[in-house]
């Protein structure tokens, strides 16, 4: 098992990750679940740490289009008619919804209670697990409400890697890719080079991990490094909403695949690198198609990221290094 320290809690990795944790402080235990997770990965869980056996479970939609304030009004009142006290503990089971939506409930019950993260997709191990990003969508724009709160610890089990389709795996990629375009040249290199197939997945989530958590541990609340994690994100939320409002929801991966691409041609690095990070994109996974910008424009000019009124880019400098704050009117783009 790795353990990569945090700001202020543990990122444990491999297969003792789920015992690394202690429960027993706790006066009441939930486990936020929905659907897939429940079926899938909590006998998982609790065959691992049956003494979780008694938990509250808690259970959503799945999908991104449940993501809303709705759906955390069912959470807290799930924890209220339980009597959950100030002393209670969240474990949110699930890909990115649930770490992100549950979070945010667990921070804002009561005015905060302790939420622990088991991600159980490859985006959320390698990315939305870690970083204390919480928040909802609301108005049809992608995590518009939302604040800052880690987790007590996070828990990285790669087992449950195989209780997931190849498209949900695909997804998760996005964000390993973006973690070595924006900061290792190297981790790259050896992407672009082994076949997905033969993946070692705890190495390159614990070295995706370790690269997201330098960048957050430098800048914890956004003022400067931390966004360089944007890269891809601002074109990627505006595809992303775009899909949500036509109740077509795409995965976040793809999005931000499509985003990755679109935003290279803004990004001031060779023609030669963005052909190889675009074709390597193309040739490995299926996305869906892109919008036209006229038709992402209103998420665009509302992005939260914004500055005197003008889009803000993360861009690429050379591969391996991301430069911040690069505004572009909405003409320009």
């Known amino acids: 098992m790795k353990i990569i320290p945090s700001e202020n809690y543990d990122i444990c990795i491999g297969g ?18 929905d659907g897939n997770t429940k079926e899938h990965c909590l006998p998982l869980l609790l065959v691992q740490l049956p003494s979780l056996s008694n938990s509250l479970i808690i259970e959503i939609e799945s999908g991104e289009e449940n993501k809303n304030i709705s759906t955390c009004s069912w959470i807290w009142e799930e924890l209220s008619k339980h009597n959950f006290d100030r002393d209670s503990l969240l474990i949110n089971l699930g890909g990115g919804v649930i770490g992100d939506m549950g979070g945010f409930a667990a921070s804002t019950y009561k005015r905060g209670i302790d939420f622990i ?18 928040g909802v969508n609301f108005s049809g724009l992608k995590n518009q409400v939302g604040l800052f709160k880690n987790p007590k610890s996070a828990l990285i089990y790669p087992k449950f890697l195989e209780t997931l389709e190849k498209n949900q795996l695909n997804s998760g990629f996005a964000e390993i890719v973006k973690h070595a375009l924006i900061a290792d040249a190297n981790l790259w290199n050896q992407l672009n080079t082994t076949s997905f197939s033969n993946v070692d997945w705890e190495d390159i989530i614990a070295r995706s991990i370790q690269l997201k958590n330098k960048i957050i541990s430098d800048d914890p609340f956004e003022e400067n490094k931390r966004k360089q994690l944007n890269f891809g994100h601002t074109f990627g939320h505006a595809i992303e909403s775009y899909y949500l409002e036509k109740e077509t929801p795409i995965l976040h991966g793809e999005a931000v695949f499509l985003g990755i691409i679109l935003e290279l041609e803004l990004s001031n690095i060779t023609r030669q690198e963005k052909s190889e990070i675009k074709n390597f994109i193309l040739s490995n996974f299926a996305l ?4 036209p910008k006229s038709e992402i424009a209103k998420y665009l000019t509302n992005d939260k990221k ?21 505004l572009f009117s909405i003409d320009e783009l």
């Not at 003792?16 to 679940?33: E, K, M, P, R, T």
């Not at 993260?117 to 919480?134: C, E």
């Not at 003008?310 to 704050?325: E, P, Q, R, T, Y």
């Open 306 to 326: 914004n500055q005197s009124g003008k889009i803000n880019f993360s861009l690429l400098s050379k591969i391996g290094n991301c430069s911040v704050d690069n």
């Open 16 to 33: 003792g990750s789920l015992v690394h944790f202690d429960f027993s402080d706790y006066s009441n235990l939930a486990i936020l679940v």
């Open 117 to 134: 993260q088991i991600p159980t997709t490859l985006l959320s191990m390698a990315d939305a697990s870690v970083g204390g990003k919480l």
């Open 288 to 291: 869906p198609h892109c919008p």
